[in-house]
């Protein structure tokens, strides 16, 4: 019954920045993963920026300086900051949550960067980020 609406996608220029926005609503967790995906045409769905309910936050090392992952007041929203964005930044931009039967500084700050530990109606739709060189 989770629904996860993204925005903030669009073209921009090589350098440029976005930033993307996911509104949650239908659930309420106290133990969580949310994350940040994305997956270009022919490839698989990676992981970008995640954040955990302790507030344990992971990038992929390809995003690493340049993207700001984040939460806002209103819980359910969780941000993704795109800074000096690259040609190889394009794709469909996912988030994603899913809620933990433990307390997620129990796992591995890794789990909640794996798409793989995300269940299939635990993403939203997808926002489409182009850079153009």
């Known amino acids: 019954q989770v629904q996860l609406l993204e925005s903030g996608g669009g073209s921009v220029q090589s350098g440029g920045s976005l930033r993307l926005s996911c509104v949650g609503s239908g659930y309420t967790y106290s133990s969580y993963c949310m994350g940040w995906f994305r997956q270009a045409p022919g490839e698989e769905r990676e992981g970008v920026a995640s954040i955990d309910s302790d507030g344990r936050i992971t990038y992929a090392d390809s995003v690493k300086g340049r993207f700001i992952i984040s939460r806002g007041n209103a819980k359910n929203t969780l941000y993704l900051q795109l800074n000096n964005l690259k040609p190889e930044d394009t794709a469909m931009y996912y988030c994603?949550?899913?809620?933990?039967?433990?307390?997620?500084?129990?796992?591995?700050?890794?789990?909640?960067?794996?798409?793989?530990?995300?269940?299939?109606?635990?993403w939203g739709k997808g926002t489409l980020v182009t850079i153009s060189s």
């Open positions: 994603a949550a899913v809620p933990l039967w433990v307390e997620s500084k129990t796992l591995s700050a890794l789990y909640c960067l794996r798409a793989k530990n995300y269940g299939e109606d635990d």
